[in-house]
């Protein structure tokens, strides 16, 4: 009775043993999989976001209300998702949408819609519930009207 105990006892361990080191070893691959700090639901920082407006843009736009307002509907209530599958949606404040998938190379987001990228914006902050990006200028002489995008997350 003794011998089948001891076998009993010495098989329990070696099972412990093997979940103990699938446990731990697992630790590192669950790290790796967390979810990267952009995914979630973020709200444009108006204000900020149009304090970074070029003043030269700013009175231009000033001489012009119904434009103004038009380039502020673009803008004000913008809320952008980023889901953890790489999924992409920008939803607007007059209910218009967009949807698409991102990825980030060194610090860049890049936004594709049907395999073609569309948009492309260095992210210069990302930590404390805080997104902030530099739009890329635009072929030419042409540049962006707002040169950096800060969203806080929802």
């Not at 076998?7 to 103990?20: H, N, P, Q, V």
């Not at 902050?125 to 042409?142: C, E, V």
């Amino acid at each position: 009775m003794k011998l089948s105990s001891n076998k009993a006892l010495g098989k329990l361990s070696i099972l412990l043993l093997l979940l103990t080191f699938f446990v731990v070893a697992g630790i590192p691959v669950r790290a790796q999989q967390d979810p990267h700090p952009i995914v979630g639901s973020w709200r444009l920082n108006e204000t900020a976001s149009l304090d970074q407006m070029d003043a030269d843009v700013k009175r231009h736009l000033d001489t012009s209300p119904q434009l103004k307002a038009q380039v502020l509907a673009a803008y004000i209530g913008r809320v952008i998702t980023f889901g953890e599958d790489g999924s992409y949606v920008q939803q607007m404040a007059n209910g218009n949408g967009f949807n698409g998938v991102w990825r980030i190379d060194n610090n860049v987001l890049i936004i594709m819609r049907n395999n073609v990228e569309v948009c492309r914006q260095r992210i210069t902050k990302l930590n404390d519930g805080r997104l902030d990006m530099a739009m890329s200028p635009a072929s030419g002489d042409t540049r962006p009207l707002l040169p950096q995008l800060r969203f806080n997350k929802n």
